[in-house]
């Protein structure tokens, strides 16, 4: 693909910067897939072999991490690849199977068939795990070095940053302080020179002793664009000093994207709510046996533009285990009953918030709601915390899937970093990258606890 519309999409989309080669890899597996079944026994022509059956073997295997490119190429990491790789083959071929015989054509697919199936199957597992290695290790020789990046300022601001940030990425960089006078010795070592967000580049560029001025506009980021790429959130030292990121949250809400997400979510919700009453039916009763209490929860939580609604969960927690006043829940919570523990690590407690979706009070992703008593705290002590509200709340969203729950005020600070990012670049495109990184952690069961301390920015 040119290197021109690799760019103008990454501007676009900057949440896809770092998933170039995962993007890749899925495209790579679905031919391949498609390759190696089209003209199998199982494949004909459909909707259904051309994309269900794709579609439920990539998702597997994003869930099994197959399209995360892994720090270290070693044997252990190798043999983990190829072992979730079957894993997930072995998944697939089982919907595959059952598919056939109890839907397609039961009569016209025996026992022998499903076994040479079966066997033909690893083999197409094996040849798309090493064709996703393969990439990967070209990629990794590829970009040996690491990437570069320097800080025009003075020392103390560059230790700032570095310590701000250098945590929190997830792929090696090294950072180097830039000033007028190595500027000559490190302009073509650096990838990037980062610059302070109240940098004035016409004025401070004139005073810049280097040669080829041209080349130093496109060698210059500041923070707040090398945040969106590389943390991919607004961390509370750039929204304090750059507003600019605020623009036009009021005005998302009336995108054609935007009711279309809507519209998109009301039929997603609909199908969901019918697919799910068996299972809350099914531990409705067991809430109902373990202490007799009520099995639905609801609660009063801040929406849209600070409307308050009730969101609706199953009951996870004792029988008035908030009758003093609103807490956050903490590790070891001994308020969470036997089975509340489990629904809330599967996040299965949720379920019913997709009638808050019907109702037209959230969406399926956008920022969490919170209680109005701990709305009204934050809101106090940290700066642009309302502008969460901008758009309708959701049971899913960028901040849910990056970071674990939120517990404390720490916690919301560095969660809306996360939300406010989500809002200034709210797309389709990043609702269906959510979505996916949601049906991943559910089917991992992570995020879903609080964490026990709280080091981050």
């Known amino acids: 693909m040119n290197k021109g519309i690799i760019n103008q999409i990454e501007k676009q989309y900057p949440f896809l910067y770092q998933r170039e080669i995962s993007i890749l890899l899925v495209v790579v597996d679905y031919l391949l897939f498609r390759l190696f079944f089209i003209n199998s026994l199982v494949f004909q022509n459909s909707i259904i072999n051309n994309f269900i059956f794709p579609l439920i073997w990539i998702v597997l295997n994003y869930i099994f991490s197959q399209y995360i490119i892994f720090k270290k190429y070693n044997v252990k990491n190798i043999i983990k690849k190829i072992f979730?790789?079957?894993?997930?083959?072995?998944?697939?071929?089982?919907?595959?199977?059952?598919?056939?015989?109890?839907?397609?054509?039961?009569?016209?697919?025996?026992?022998?068939?499903?076994?040479?199936?079966?066997?033909?199957?690893?083999?197409?597992?094996?040849?798309s795990c090493f064709c996703r290695l393969l990439i990967i290790y070209v990629t990794k020789k590829r970009n040996k070095k690491n990437l570069v990046f320097g800080f025009?300022?003075?020392?103390?601001?560059?230790?700032?940053?570095k310590s701000l940030y250098l945590r929190y990425i997830n792929f090696e960089v090294e950072f180097e302080l830039i000033n007028n006078e190595n500027l000559n010795s490190m302009f073509d070592k650096v990838d990037k020179i980062l610059v302070p967000i109240d940098f004035k580049f016409e004025k401070e560029l004139a005073k810049i002793n280097y040669p080829k001025k041209e080349e130093i506009n496109n060698k210059f980021i500041d923070l707040t664009n090398w945040s969106?790429?590389?943390?991919?959130?607004?961390?509370?030292?750039?929204?304090?000093k750059?507003?600019?990121?605020?623009?036009?949250?009021?005005?998302?809400?009336?995108?054609?994207?935007?009711?279309?997400?809507?519209f998109i979510e009301f039929i997603i919700s609909l199908f969901l709510i019918i697919l799910f009453s068996p299972l809350i039916?099914?531990?409705?009763?067991i809430i109902k046996l373990e202490d007799g209490g009520p099995i639905f929860y609801t609660q009063k939580r801040t929406g849209l533009n600070g409307k308050v609604f009730d969101i609706y969960k199953l009951r996870s927690m004792k029988i008035d285990s908030e009758k003093g006043k609103a807490m956050w829940t903490f590790i070891g919570d001994n308020r969470v009953t036997k089975i509340g523990k489990?629904?809330?690590?599967?996040?299965?407690?949720?379920?019913?918030?997709?009638?808050?979706?019907?109702?037209?009070?959230?969406?399926?992703?956008?920022?969490?709601?919170?209680?109005?008593?701990?709305?009204?705290?934050?809101?106090?002590?940290?700066?642009h915390y309302n502008s969460r509200n901008s758009l309708k709340p959701g049971?899913?969203?960028?901040?849910?899937?990056?970071?674990?729950?939120?517990?404390?005020?720490r916690d919301a600070e560095i969660k809306l970093s996360f939300d406010i990012y989500y809002i200034k670049n709210f797309s389709l495109i990043f609702d269906l990258l959510i979505f996916f990184k949601t049906i991943r952690l559910v089917l991992r069961l992570e995020n879903s606890q609080p964490r026990k301390k709280n080091k981050d920015i």
Not at 228 to 240: A, C, D, G, N, V
Not at 351 to 357: A, E, G, S, T
Request: positive net charge; contains cysteine.
């Open 242 to 262: 750059d507003n600019k990121i605020l623009y036009g949250f009021n005005l998302i809400h009336k995108k054609l994207s935007y009711r279309l997400k809507i």
């Open 84 to 127: 979730f790789s079957q894993i997930a083959n072995v998944i697939t071929c089982f919907i595959i199977i059952l598919n056939i015989t109890l839907i397609i054509s039961f009569k016209n697919f025996s026992f022998h068939d499903g076994v040479n199936f079966f066997g033909y199957s690893i083999l197409i597992s094996l040849i």
């Open 152 to 161: 025009w300022g003075t020392n103390e601001k560059f230790e700032i940053i």
């Open 342 to 383: 489990f629904l809330r690590k599967s996040r299965f407690d949720e379920i019913p918030q997709l009638l808050c979706v019907l109702k037209g009070d959230m969406s399926l992703i956008g920022p969490r709601p919170e209680r109005p008593e701990f709305d009204k705290m934050l809101s106090k002590e940290i700066k």
């Open 395 to 409: 049971i899913s969203g960028w901040s849910q899937v990056s970071y674990p729950y939120g517990a404390s005020v």
């Open 281 to 285: 039916l099914f531990f409705g009763i």
């Open 228 to 240: 969106s790429f590389i943390l991919q959130r607004y961390p509370y030292i750039i929204l304090e």
